[in-house]
């Protein structure tokens, strides 16, 4: 009977969150913008009339018209191909790096850590202090740097030894090492929340009762403490994608990142920045920069919005 409550109870709470939810219009803004934003970027090959490497000797640094929407760039690439394409990249990248190093890893962590405590808590806590003891992206710059050379050696390893071919060209080198690189810090403030969340959950009555009727670990893990943590989950992982967006651009920017011939929303503004390029092609800067503003800023503004939705002082 109580198990029958309980779920009644969570799935009444998640109709009402969004119910709630959809009646904050600006959330609802942000959630159409970024679903806009990413299935144009996963619609890339099929949506956009080019290549996103093709060049047009005959359009080269042309402005936007209704044969080249944003423009070309200085070699007569499409701008608005090379942008979806970018999009395609950062969409990848931030959802591996949120969903196995945020919500995988971090909440796999959070729990254990704070169910158990003691040296348990101790030793994941003092390898989550080592992490966030580097300034976040000096960690993230250093590890791309560090395993990219490492790691592209070993795909050409792959080539030259197997019947698998093109597997640099594809670019998945670079998706591992920006993926891991953004795992590797992204992890240690989600571990911290939840166990924060479990440590004040686990002396419920409701969990003592669980225990008394002889619950397993897992079922009171899995079933009485994550979902009822799970309101600030959603709410840092939202806000996480804006800033796993934003540092993945940072990577691109800084030659780290996804690497040429392959597009990129942060390579692209680095060669849109120049003032040379800024004189003669500004129109360069416009499209990446305005999806780059418009993740970022959706991301955050949904994390604000879920927040007052989720938050069961301000119903």
Known sequence: MSTVATSHDSHGHLFRAIRRLVRKKLAVFCILVLLVIYISGLLAPFISPYGYNDQDYTAIRQPPSLDHWAGTDMKGRDVLTRV????????????????TGG??????????????????????????????SFPDILLVILLAATLRPRIVEWARWVEDNTFVD????????DYFVVSFALVSFSWVGM???????VLSLKETQYVEAARSTGASTTRIMFVHLLPNAIGPIVVTASMGMGSLVGTE????????????????LGTMLLEAGSISA???VPWMLI?????AWSLVLCWNLLGDALSDVLNPHTR
């Not at 995988?104 to 966030?132: P, T």
């Not at 571990?191 to 969340?197: D, I, K, S, T, W």
């Not at 651009?249 to 990129?264: A, D, E, H, T, V």
């Open 166 to 173: 093109g597997v640099v060209k594809t670019g998945i080198a």
């Open 287 to 291: 499209a990446p920069g305005i999806v």
């Open 249 to 264: 651009i940072i990577l691109s920017w800084l030659g780290l990142g996804i690497q040429p011939p392959r597009p990129s």
């Open 103 to 132: 919500l995988l890893i971090g909440v796999s962590l959070g729990l254990l850590a704070g169910y158990f405590g003691g040296k348990i808590d101790s030793f994941i806590m003092r390898i989550g202090e080592v992490f966030s």
């Open 191 to 197: 571990a911290r929340l939840v166990r924060g969340q």
């Open 84 to 99: 979806l394409w970018g999009i395609q990249n950062t969409l990848v990248i931030t959802f591996v790096a949120i969903s």
């Open 278 to 280: 800024l004189r003669a």
